[in-house]
């Protein structure tokens, strides 16, 4: 009801009647769910439509350059945090100085809009980005990262609006181009750990930005059940890539290698590899592809049409010695990703033990959705409910990175939340005067 009342006001109408379904349906047998939407629900949507509900004003926002606070440093955090501007950590507060500073980095008019995004439909503008940056403790020049951040959330392909799922999904930044070793982002041992500062305040950004534009508040419309904490950026070792020839996750994205770039996507858990051993693909593969596989479960329903058809974009993180031991023995980035999809799979029967009673997103069978045209023919080779079907639709739908302690054999792998934040890429527009900044 606090998440209808909340979404109600970011579409516009905070009066709309609203009729509850008590307790959650998918624990209530057919009579207690019968007894329940006939003697509540149906009553309130019975009275929602006879009824003139009361007329609610909506409270104004702050406008962008308003000064809606002064006082001290614990002053201001006490005040940020009362109105859910904040995740709870210090805040740095947002002066117009601080502003215009970040501002000072990008040729984007500070009042350009990006998008409008949901639930709040508040207006992704470069003078919001600038605000949360400073706030997240960014410095002024991560500030072209951030941008080209806010034009992913605000891309309707990445399905930002989606942020506030019961998965409790959380959104992995994958950094790539020259601009990792210019504003010193960490791309070795410690990836993906905080300490960073770039890595880190970026990462916090996001969830910022989340919270103070698109509106995902917890207990309110960010309904995840166990949350996750914010990811910091994972940037890609670059000179590993270009040592195996490998192309960089940008240039998988439509960009070119050595662009700067980020991409986003919305990963559901994550599972660390260790102890990767052998010398060749044939020693290594085998561990690798079962680990990806175990990390994927109700995952599938995104692959398989329980929710939507082949979405789903499990990653696979390597480190250098990984990467290289495999392409020294010739195979590329599309060899790994082509192995993945034979040998990275799962049972039928466990897949529609998901879809069909689990996780209840019925497809009735994957032969009736091969039969359907909705899947390839891998995945109904045989009527053997325990034969082997790949996790997703396409051999180039699993993401392969390369980051990571040099000097370890260890990999990280991630399960994805499918449409519910499709990966999306946008490319890092720098000032013209970028070098001579960065000197300075």
Same mark, same amino acid.
């Given at each position: ?41 149906? !009553? ?257 329903? =995104? ?57 209840? =997103? ?74 001579? !900044?960065?000197?300075?």
């Amino acid at each position: 009801m606090g998440q209808a009342a909340a979404t109600s006001v970011g579409l516009g109408m905070p009066n709309l009647p609203v009729a509850m379904i008590p307790g959650h349906p998918g624990v209530q047998s057919p009579e207690e769910l019968r007894a329940n939407v006939v003697a509540v629900t149906a !009553r309130q949507v019975m009275e929602n439509l006879l009824n003139q509900p009361d007329v609610q004003e909506l409270e104004d926002e702050p406008r962008a350059r308003d000064i809606v606070f002064r006082g001290t440093f614990e002053e201001v955090n006490d005040y940020f945090f009362e109105r859910e501007w904040s995740d709870g950590l210090p805040v740095v507060p947002p002066t117009l100085e601080k502003i215009n500073e970040f501002l000072s980095y990008t040729s984007r008019d500070p009042d350009e809009v990006l998008g409008v995004v949901l639930p709040a439909s508040r207006a992704v503008t470069i003078w919001a980005v600038a605000v949360n940056g400073v706030m997240a403790g960014c410095k002024p020049e991560y500030m072209p990262v951030l941008v080209a951040l806010a034009e992913a959330m605000a891309d309707p392909g990445y399905g930002v609006e989606h942020s506030g799922n019961t998965p409790g999904a959380e959104t992995l930044i994958v950094l790539n181009g020259p601009i990792i070793k210019e504003l010193k982002f960490n791309y070795q041992q410690g990836a993906l750990r905080d300490g960073f500062k770039p890595n880190t305040a970026v990462g916090r950004f996001w969830r910022l930005a989340l919270r103070n534009i698109a509106g995902f508040l917890p207990h309110k419309t960010d309904k995840g059940s166990f949350g996750n904490t914010f990811r910091v950026v994972l940037a890609e070792n670059e000179d590993v890539l270009a040592k195996v020839g490998w192309p960089s996750n940008a240039a998988d994205m439509g960009f070119e290698t050595g662009d700067n770039a980020v991409t986003i996507s919305r990963m559901t858990s994550g599972n660390v590899i260790v102890s990767v051993t052998g010398a060749t693909p044939e020693a290594i593969m085998p561990y690798l592809a079962d680990a990806v596989a175990s990390c994927t479960r109700w995952e599938i329903i =995104f692959t398989v049409g329980g929710i939507t058809y082949g979405t789903l974009r499990p990653a696979l993180v390597l480190t250098p010695i990984l990467a290289q031991t495999l392409a020294k023995a010739g195979w590329s980035k599309d060899d790994v990703k082509k192995y993945l999809y034979k040998h990275a799979r799962m049972t039928a029967r466990r897949v529609e033990t998901y879809t069909e009673k689990w996780a209840d =997103f019925p497809i009735i069978s994957l032969r009736h959705q091969v039969n359907l045209g909705k899947l390839p023919p891998d995945f109904a080779e045989s009527d053997d409910p325990d034969r082997l079907v790949p996790i997703v639709a396409h051999w180039d739908d699993f993401m392969v990175l390369v980051s990571g302690d040099p000097l370890r054999t260890n990999a990280y792998t991630f399960a994805h939340n499918g449409y519910l934040g499709f990966p999306t890429a946008k490319k890092i527009v720098l000032p013209d005067d970028w070098a001579e !900044r960065l000197k300075g």
